[in-house]
């Protein structure tokens, strides 16, 4: 998989080795601000990794319930630097009179760490209108643990820099769909929302997400607003994570590495067997 433009920075780096110190160059993990605009007004400037920047507006818009679906887009522009590159800023052109159910009250600014920074509360996400996931969807437990091998195999700037979260969708047969990078866990699941928005294939109800890192309370958030029935990562969920998982009916799981998992919620979606 090829690693977007701007995604990767060459630095000149001192290494020290067993005694030995020499001169040499390091691959480094960007991390830009991005100001997405809804229709022209500033909405939020999100430190991110550049690359699918139109899907990580689009995924955006998304899961923080601005809209509902792909035919609300208009048109997703951005605006060139002084040097003909890609800028920082991407405007989402949204039809007449799409609701803005509950808009987000985010501080002007969001770090790469946090996909709920600036929010008023977390009971204003947690009210937002999140519907509980149906129950129809499952997977074989041995299918999923080869998720994790495929998801390493795939993140191209994480081999070069080893300083990005991926998020990934996979069938319930073990087949990867889509994968995205980003120094945020939360904007690589927005770039994947993103994707599946603008490819119309949203509710996702038929597809596992699996994240790199921990399986936080944004994360969750964000897959069920998606639609999607199954979240796994290959460390721990938080408590939050777990009892909006258990509320909503989506499967949660933790742990995922080798041959062992833990499933915190819902688990009659992926202890099935062939």
């Known amino acids: 998989m090829d690693s977007p433009l701007r995604s990767v920075e060459l630095t000149e780096v001192t290494e020290w080795e067993d005694g030995q110190i020499r001169s040499s160059s390091d691959d480094l993990a960007a991390e830009e601000p991005l100001q997405i605009l809804a229709c022209g007004d500033p909405l939020v400037v999100t430190m991110r990794t ?10 955006f818009l998304r899961t923080e319930g601005l809209i509902e679906s792909r035919d609300q887009i208009l048109s997703i522009h951005g605006q060139e630097s002084m040097e003909g590159q890609a800028g920082n800023t991407i405007d989402v052109e949204l039809r007449d009179g799409v609701p803005e159910r509950e808009k987000p009250q985010r501080n002007f600014f969001s770090n790469s760490s946090c996909g709920l920074c ?29 998720l994790p091998a495929q998801l390493r195999a795939q993140q191209s700037v994480f081999e070069r820099t080893g300083g990005l979260h991926a ?10 769909v889509v994968l995205r990078e980003d120094i945020g866990r939360h904007n690589a ?3 994947v ?33 998606a639609g999607v029935p199954i979240v796994a990562s290959v460390s721990a969920p938080s408590s939050l994570a777990v009892q909006l998982a258990r509320e909503l009916n989506l499967t949660l799981i933790g742990f995922l590495r080798g041959r062992r998992f833990v499933v915190y919620s819902c688990e009659s979606r992926c202890l099935v067997r062939h």
């Open 118 to 146: 600036g929010k008023a509360s977390i009971d204003a996400v947690r009210t937002r209108g999140l519907r509980a996931l149906g129950s129809g969807f499952t997977i074989v437990a041995e299918t999923l643990c080869s």
């Open 167 to 176: 998020a990934a969708l996979f069938s319930a047969d073990g087949d990867l």
């Open 50 to 59: 550049p690359g699918h920047d139109p899907e990580l507006a689009a995924g």
């Open 189 to 191: 699941v927005d770039k």
């Open 193 to 225: 929302v993103g994707w599946a928005l603008l490819q119309n294939m949203i509710p996702l109800s038929n597809y596992v997400l699996l994240v790199s890192g921990r399986g936080g309370f944004e994360i969750i958030q964000k897959a069920i607003a």
